[in-house]
């Protein structure tokens, strides 16, 4: 097996190496000219890169003949820290993983938990966990969306409207949990903290002013020309390659592929919450700017739906341990939709107080399995928001 | 969507001489997982993938265990031939006896790395399908096929296997390392990889941490005093 | 017309940049630090351990009231192990009034302390509170951001500033779990009485040994914390 070094290899070192017949190995792009090709490191300092991540890309000229992502520098080895402490001191790491949405990852770890010890959770709990779950979701998206506005050169406008309205919601966290972004608030079995009647009224009025919200930044941005000059047509991903390279959340989506995992799972309670599933036509740059778009609106009707909903009870069976919790041998894969794609938590216990192997399934990771594919052919510009568009957070890709 | 029972069934049925194997999971999740013998897990999976009624063309999740050796100390009654002087008239004579004596054998259980898959449908919207396949033992047969030709998606996550643990995937197309730097050497999520001491200040260190930095200093000072002593 | 979205998103930024100087909701810069926001109420930062002030005029008041009884289950549980606590050798009245051991030792590493609040949540003897104090810069990079457990005490008045419903429900429980103690003694006596066999003595309030914990304090103090730290013997060994 000859391994290509990704630093001198020539395109036709490139294009003599073994390649199975049956992988979807993306076309090689025939360089003009006299096949001398210019290699960039991009990053890992940089400011377009999300992070501490770098591409090697080898360039004629402008177009990218290849791609290779380049990650590791934010590696902890969270699951190793996992194994050496207990189920309940991994629920602040986790808030560390994907540090734009903690609630979606505490979620999902405390989902895999309960599947390992068939854990209820209590009516209440639910309807928190999708509360702040939908404003985590639309936080997200909104700055995900204010990102890749800015590496088209806007210079931060939208991304500051973003994080305008991103404060509003992090203080709803913080009156709630006690910290704006490591909230450290999901529990085996439901959550940390009751929200009082007075919290539930500021989250009405947030809600409240999150359509006001999410029109002004349609209105500045959707059809302004530059965007759909720069993003209808870059970085298309058909939907067979999507799925076979394990892509999920909205670049899947919008691809058109109807998989939405809250719909196929319907973990929690989501079955009760009447919301569409936005698809895209393209699958282009464009395409996913307007999914996560319409995905925001969507979460604002369920967030109106849960909140009109939610019942008193209590939020935590009081049977559930908190200190000295030893699930019984066995294994568990628990899954969420989270913003970024699906966050999922394989577990093995073996009956001892830390878990035998803790796995993070990333979808950040696992989404940047096609970046090399979206990426060739096209101008070194188009990169940028090719992989501002793939919405990546270095703490889950690295873990 | 089918059984374990009904999924071996069919992929004994489509790829005859796979040695498949049910791992039954005694969790309340009842995910139970198809252990493939790596003879025939590529025929196995790319069937997986291509049949009509299980559809399983995505994979969600791959990663790596590591088991390692088990020590089991086993009394052993052992029958030893002695010779021992026998008192008795006249000169000494030696009588062979036999005696049985305890001891204590230790007997070496060869661990294995494993590699896990969780497969969904997305055209058919069932899952997790879960297949599991074990190397030979932990330290030189440590190959493993490589399902990327099967589900691109396998791409990624095989090399952080191979680079957290060391089991090579082999048919890969680009097997190298992705979290670790390429010069790096051992394999960190091994349950025997031990850190590198680093410890220049650790106020409030525990159990083995403090055991580590006490020896850490000690072994500075010594080298210290070696040194002022020339 | 082309360029027609941009000047309806060009509308939408001269509507916020000229009503930025008319109404708050667009101008939401704070100029910190002269303009502050004032903290909400269940916010957390670093742990701080309570005590109950017994007699403001003695300056050893933090440790003769303080509630925390070196059980160890902070240090247990706090993930990434920032909390360090040696027993003392004597016990001193805890904040029911039982006889109980007290930390000789009580560093908190707040370089590595994440805030998650797991110590606060899993202690029996709501010892160990969240404060809100985040403005710690020192300068000395290795020694400065550990805390002992002198700069970790505060008053549960200040407790009651910082978090005033949840103070005033710790008190509640804890004045529950005082009647409960003192029914149980009651109860012990009575039964003894009855019985004919010599009533134990109530507890005594215990000579407060401050004159030994000031001495004790200060030699924990003067062991010192150089960048190359072993683990100093000293007091509380």
């Known amino acids: 097996m000859t391994e290509f070094n990704s630093h001198s290899a020539t395109v036709a070192e490139m294009q003599e190496s073994p390649r199975s017949e049956h992988w979807n190995r993306p076309a090689h792009i025939e360089p003009s000219g006299d096949g001398e090709l210019l290699e960039v490191a991009m990053g890992p300092h940089h400011p377009s890169t999300h992070g501490v991540f770098r591409m090697d890309v080898a360039l004629d000229g402008e177009r990218v003949i290849r791609l290779r992502p380049v990650f590791g520098y934010l590696h902890r080895n969270h699951e190793k820290i996992a194994e050496g402490v207990s189920y309940l001191a991994s629920m602040p790491y986790t808030d560390r993983l994907d540090y734009i949405c903690p609630i979606t990852n505490n979620w999902a770890y405390a989902l895999a938990v309960e599947k390992l010890t068939g854990q209820a959770v209590p009516e209440r709990a639910e309807y928190l966990r999708v509360i702040l779950g939908e404003l985590t979701r639309f ?7 204010g990102f890749l506005i800015q590496e088209m050169g806007a210079s931060g406008t939208p991304l500051m409207y973003a994080f305008r309205e991103r404060e509003k919601i992090l203080d709803l966290f913080e009156k709630l949990t006690g910290a704006r972004m490591m909230v450290n608030y999901m529990r085996f ?24 919200f999410a029109d002004e930044f349609e209105r500045l941005l959707t059809s302004n020309e530059i965007l759909m000059a720069r993003t209808q047509g870059v970085g298309i991903l058909k939907p067979e390659l999507a799925v076979n390279a394990g892509v999920t959340g909205p670049m899947l989506r919008a691809s058109g592929v109807n998989y939405d995992i809250r719909k196929v799972d319907n973990y929690g309670i989501y079955d009760r919450f009447d919301f569409r599933v936005p698809l895209g036509d393209h699958g282009d740059v464009y395409d996913r700017f307007m999914i996560r778009t319409l995905e925001m609106r969507e979460s604002i009707k369920i967030l109106q739906q849960a909140l009109k909903d939610i019942p008193d009870g209590p939020i935590m069976d009081p049977k559930a341990k908190i200190r000295g919790f030893r699930p019984k041998p066995g294994e568990a894969y628990g899954r969420i939709e989270a913003p970024k794609g699906e966050l999922g938590f394989y577990l093995i216990s073996d009956g001892g107080p830390s878990p035998y192997r803790y796995r993070i399934r990333p979808p950040s990771l696992i989404n940047l399995t096609i970046l090399e594919d979206m990426c060739l052919g096209q101008n070194v510009a188009d990169v940028v928001l090719i992989f501002g568009s793939v919405d990546i957070v270095l703490g889950e890709v690295d873990r | 969507m089918k059984t374990v029972e009904e999924i071996k069934a069919a992929i004994e049925a489509a790829v005859p001489g796979a040695g498949v194997e049910i791992v039954s999971n005694p969790s309340p999740s009842a995910q139970h997982s198809l252990r493939l013998a790596p003879g025939q897990a590529f025929a196995v999976a790319k069937f997986l993938r291509d049949d009509a009624d299980l559809a399983l063309d995505f994979l969600s999740n791959a990663t790596g265990i590591d088991w390692p050796d088990k020590e089991f100390g086993e009394k052993v009654q052992v029958t030893h031939r002695i010779s021992k002087p026998v008192d008795g008239p006249g000169r000494k004579k030696t009588q062979i006896v036999e005696e049985v004596v305890e001891e204590t054998r230790i007997r070496v259980e060869p661990g294995w790395l494993e590699a896990v898959y969780h497969l969904y449908s997305v055209a058919k919207r069932h899952g997790p399908v879960v297949l599991r396949m074990r190397t030979i033992n932990r330290t030189d047969q440590v190959e493993l096929p490589s399902l990327t030709p099967i589900w691109r998606s396998a791409e990624f996550q095989e090399r952080e296997i191979f680079d957290l643990y060391g089991i090579v995937f082999t048919g890969h197309p680009d097997l190298r390392r992705l979290l670790m730097w390429d010069e790096f050497k051992d394999h960190p999520m091994r349950r025997d990889y031990r850190e590198p001491d680093d410890f220049e200040y650790e106020p409030t260190a525990h159990d083995d941490v ?5 020896e850490h200093h000690a072994a500075i000072a010594g080298q210290e005093e070696a040194g002022a002593g020339e | 017309m082309l360029g027609e979205g941009m000047l309806k998103g060009m509308a939408e930024t001269a509507k916020n940049f000229v009503g930025s100087f008319f109404s708050a909701k667009r101008l939401t810069t704070v100029q910190y630090p002269e303009e502050r926001i004032a903290p909400f109420e269940a916010a957390r930062v670093f742990p701080f351990l309570v005590y109950d002030a017994k007699n403001p005029a003695d300056p050893a008041d933090w440790l003769v009231g303080m509630r925390c009884v070196a059980c160890q289950i902070c240090e247990k549980e706090c993930p990434p192990k920032c909390i360090f606590i040696e027993k003392s050798k004597d016990k001193k009245p805890d904040a029911l009034g039982k006889q109980q051991f007290y930390p000789a030792r009580f560093d908190i590493d707040i370089s590595v302390c994440m805030s998650c609040q797991i110590c606060v949540e899993v202690c029996p003897f709501e010892a160990i509170k969240m404060d809100t104090e985040f403005e710690l810069s020192t300068d000395d990079r290795f020694g400065g951001l550990l805390l002992d457990r002198e700069q970790l005490a505060k008053s549960n008045e200040y407790y009651h500033q910082i978090h005033a419903t949840e103070a005033a429900a710790v ?15 009651t109860a012990v006596a009575i039964a003894g009485a009855i019985r004919g066999a010599e009533v134990p003595p109530p507890a005594k309030p215990a000579e407060t040994p401050a004159a030994d914990a000031a001495s004790e304090a200060s030699a924990a103090r003067t062991a010192p914390v150089t960048k190359t730290a072993k683990r100093p013997t000293g007091a509380g060994n």
């Open chain 3, 171 to 185: 008190d509640d429980h804890l004045a529950e779990g005082k009647v409960k103690a003192e029914a149980k003694t």
């Open chain 1, 139 to 145: 936080q997200n998206h909104a700055s995900s969306i």
């Open chain 2, 210 to 214: 403090l055991n580590r930095t006490l």
């Open chain 1, 189 to 212: 079995g439901g959550c940390r903290v009751d929200a009082s009647p007075a919290w539930m009224n500021v989250a009405r009025k947030t809600v409240a002013g999150l359509t006001e």
